[in-house]
């Protein structure tokens, strides 16, 4: 087998695509579409991982890296190995693949936190690669981490969309306030002992998460429903601003056409 680092333009790849891809499996779009945004955005690196040729001339590995350089428009460098077995082809990509917690310092609760922070309150949204998230989380590592550090205070443990609504908010209100937030959510218990109009938000918060319904007058049904992430999400964000506010609340209430409330620069970057 040969190997070399080679610059594959948008036309080449082309090439390769439509001489050379004969055996490989149906192209996932959404893969081709995180690749070419990562290319995109200039964080596409050159990695040990090679565009892989048989013996026959057929490519064996590396379609959705040539289709995402077509879909960007911009050349890249790649390590290129020609002259592999065909009957090795069974055996390419069987190995585990790394997530972000795999390669950098971030917890898995942190990496999950990012990502639900990296989303927001879209319904659609482009799932990152790692290096995306790796780079979006290094830039929000202060916020990722607190938010996150609600996993070790014992007591409720949310899941990653309350984390990240609460990595939002953090910067853009009062830390005081949210650092009260975070403790009455995860213990259970009023700020400083004594109960304030506002942390009754937190607690209808921690109660839908906890899947406990207090009475709400006569005919109320007690049924559980399922609550999805997105849901959970805007809740989170409609408790910390009635808390930060310190509005009482009996029930929370997700409005009709909610609009993320605590934006972040990269919103327009990071959209689907």
Same mark, same amino acid.
């Given at each position: 087998?040969?190997?070399?680092? #080679? !610059?594959?333009?948008?036309?080449?790849?082309?090439?390769?695509?439509?001489?050379?891809?004969?055996?490989?499996?149906?192209?996932?779009?959404?893969?081709?579409?995180?690749?070419?945004?990562?290319?995109?955005?200039?964080?596409?690196?050159?990695?040990?991982?090679?565009?892989?040729?048989?013996?026959?001339?057929?490519?064996?590995?590396?379609?959705?890296?040539?289709?995402?350089?077509?879909?960007?428009?911009?050349?890249?460098?790649?390590?290129? $190995?020609?002259?592999?077995?065909?009957?090795?082809?069974?055996?390419?990509?069987?190995?585990?693949?790394?997530?972000?917690?795999?390669?950098?310092?971030?917890?898995?609760?942190?990496?999950?936190?990012?990502?639900?922070?990296?989303?927001?309150?879209?319904?659609?949204?482009?799932?990152?690669?790692?290096?995306?998230?790796?780079?979006?989380?290094?830039?929000?590592? #202060?916020? $990722?981490?607190?938010?996150?550090?609600?996993?070790?205070?014992?007591?409720?443990?949310?899941?990653?969309?309350?984390?990240?609504?609460?990595?939002?908010?953090?910067?853009?209100?009062?830390?005081?306030?949210?650092?009260?937030?975070?403790?009455?959510?995860?213990?259970?218990? @009023? #700020? @400083?002992?004594?109960?304030?109009?506002? @942390?009754?938000?937190?607690?209808?918060?921690?109660?839908?998460?906890?899947?406990? !319904?207090?009475?709400?007058?006569?005919?109320?049904?007690?049924?559980?429903?399922?609550?999805?992430?997105?849901?959970?999400?805007?809740?989170?964000?409609?408790?910390?601003?009635?808390?930060?506010?310190?509005?009482? $609340?009996?029930?929370?209430?997700?409005?009709?056409?909610?609009?993320?409330?605590?934006?972040?620069?990269?919103?327009?970057?990071?959209?689907?």
């Amino acid at each position: 087998m040969d190997s070399i680092v #080679e !610059v594959v333009t948008p036309e080449k790849a082309a090439q390769y695509l439509s001489h050379c891809n004969r055996r490989n499996r149906p192209v996932r779009p959404l893969t081709v579409a995180r690749y070419a945004a990562d290319m995109d955005s200039g964080i596409w690196q050159l990695t040990g991982e090679p565009i892989i040729f048989g013996s026959d001339g057929i490519l064996m590995d590396g379609q959705h890296r040539l289709h995402a350089v077509v879909k960007s428009g911009i050349a890249q460098r790649f390590l290129v $190995v020609r002259g592999a077995s065909p009957e090795t082809f069974i055996n390419l990509d069987n190995g585990a693949g790394r997530k972000v917690s795999d390669t950098t310092s971030y917890t898995q609760p942190e990496v999950a936190t990012g990502r639900a922070m990296m989303r927001g309150a879209r319904n659609s949204f482009l799932a990152p690669t790692n290096a995306r998230l790796n780079q979006f989380v290094l830039a929000h590592d #202060e916020a $990722v981490r607190w938010a996150a550090g609600i996993m070790h205070m014992g007591g409720l443990k949310p899941g990653a969309s309350v984390r990240g609504a609460m990595a939002r908010a953090y910067g853009n209100v009062n830390q005081v306030r949210l650092d009260a937030f975070r403790y009455v959510l995860c213990t259970g218990r @009023d #700020e @400083d002992g004594w109960a304030s109009p506002g @942390d009754s938000a937190a607690h209808a918060l921690r109660d839908e998460l906890a899947g406990v !319904v207090r009475h709400r007058g006569p005919g109320y049904s007690a049924r559980r429903t399922h609550l999805s992430t997105m849901h959970i999400y805007r809740m989170t964000e409609v408790a910390i601003e009635k808390f930060i506010e310190n509005q009482e $609340v009996k029930r929370l209430r997700v409005p009709k056409g909610f609009k993320e409330m605590f934006p972040i620069a990269e919103d327009s970057e990071y959209a689907s």
